[in-house]
């Protein structure tokens, strides 16, 4: 009689563990087929909404600043994405951007620092080292839903335009909105041909990020900005990108990645050149280098700095520091900073000021020993 009780106990059990299962795995399923909106709601009910626009922000109360200053660069990212693609009313598209806090971390749905949805969603991750960054990052999102909805519009699917078309827009919107530290970031990147660019896990290295930037502004400078929005409207021609492309190019995109190819050759030229005095000459050709390849590649920093060596030679101040100005785009480095700081001490010394503030700041930020910075601003503002 015992053993048929613990029995009937047991088959009890087991038939509530079984409904418990079924009951899990059809909210899971349930839970699945939600929309994200929906699940973000859920997960995130204790954030703020705010619209904008038609531009829906959640977020912490504690993030409200954050959120102020992304607001206030709704107005240049729709001027400079109209500069793109046309008035194609992006303020009137709904978009839904939640601004994760670092308490809300980690989110299924964010891994790196920001991501766009097909469903005009925008995730942010708050704690973003600092504020330059997270601009950097809503700008690049914001390339994505203006890149997407576009062509949307025109009748283009998901698949029909590249990864690196996409995010090498992304990256060169968001440089004009809201430039990084230093777009160099230390690292560097393998040049494949482009459609071989895969994405690794949740996204790219950023050293594909890097290339892909590269790409994006080889085209703005050799086609203008009509090329993105023309690319578009060709592949919807032509249903074929790669057709598109070297109809508006005449470069075929399986060979196209032998432009960013490192070419340390043309600067060792220029240093043999400049050790026998042949300033003139050396200039001459990196102009004419850079009006081939444009403002961006991997070199170029270097590039601006013998040409910045050739000009305060000749005593041409505003243009060397231009040039230092130019690698600053690339790299933060506090002597990068104090070199133009010297320059610009020549010409505007309040500039030079500023020049050196900012090298103390960049040696903080990069753990540099900011003394030597220090001392020279305290002899300056004597």
């Not at 502004?217 to 592949?235: R, W």
């Not at 470069?251 to 190819?261: D, G, P, R, S």
């Amino acid at each position: 009689m015992v053993n048929i009780l613990k029995r009937k106990k047991v088959i009890i059990i087991l038939c509530i563990l079984f409904v418990l299962i079924i009951f899990m795995l059809s909210g899971l399923n349930w839970l699945k087929n939600q929309p994200i909106e929906t699940l973000l709601k859920w997960i995130h009910i204790d954030y703020v909404e705010e619209e904008v626009y038609s531009y829906n922000f959640h977020y912490r109360p504690e993030d409200k600043e954050k959120i102020e200053h992304l607001k206030m660069m709704i107005p240049e990212l729709t001027k400079l994405s109209e500069d793109f693609f046309g008035d194609r009313h992006f303020l009137e598209q709904d978009l839904t951007i939640y601004l994760i806090n670092k308490q809300d971390e980690p989110n299924p749905l964010l891994s790196g620092t920001g991501v766009y949805t097909s469903d005009n969603i925008m995730l942010l991750k708050s704690d973003t080292s600092d504020s330059q960054s997270l601009q950097n990052a809503f700008a690049h999102e914001m390339a994505h839903f203006y890149l997407h909805n576009t062509a949307s519009q025109l009748g283009l699917g998901e698949g029909d335009l590249p990864d690196w078309y996409h995010e090498g827009f992304a990256e060169l919107f968001a440089f004009r909105i809201a430039r990084p530290l230093h777009l160099h970031k230390g690292v560097e990147y393998n040049v494949i041909p482009l459609n071989d660019i895969q994405r690794e896990n949740e996204g790219y290295y950023s050293g594909t990020y890097l290339y892909m930037h590269y790409v994006a502004e080889y085209l703005l400078h050799k086609f203008n900005k009509d090329i993105f929005l023309d690319l578009m409207l060709t592949t919807k021609e032509k249903n074929d990108f790669e057709t598109a492309f070297i109809d508006l190019t005449n470069i075929e995109l399986e060979t196209a990645h032998l432009l960013f190819q490192e070419d340390w050759e043309f600067i060792n030229e220029i240093e043999e050149l400049l050790k026998v005095e042949k300033e003139i000459e050396a200039e001459q050709k990196i102009l004419a280098y850079f009006k081939e390849r444009g403002p961006y590649f991997y070199e170029s920093p270097y590039i601006y700095q013998l040409l910045a060596g050739i000009y305060l030679k000749q005593e041409r101040f505003e243009e060397a520091l231009e040039m230092i100005e130019r690698r600053l785009e690339f790299n933060d480095n506090p002597t990068i900073y104090f070199q133009a700081a010297e320059i610009a001490y020549n010409i505007d010394k309040a500039k030079a000021i500023e020049f050196a503030e900012q090298a103390v700041e960049s040696a903080k930020r990069t753990d540099w020993d900011s003394q030597m910075f220090e001392d020279w601003l305290d002899e300056k503002n004597k």
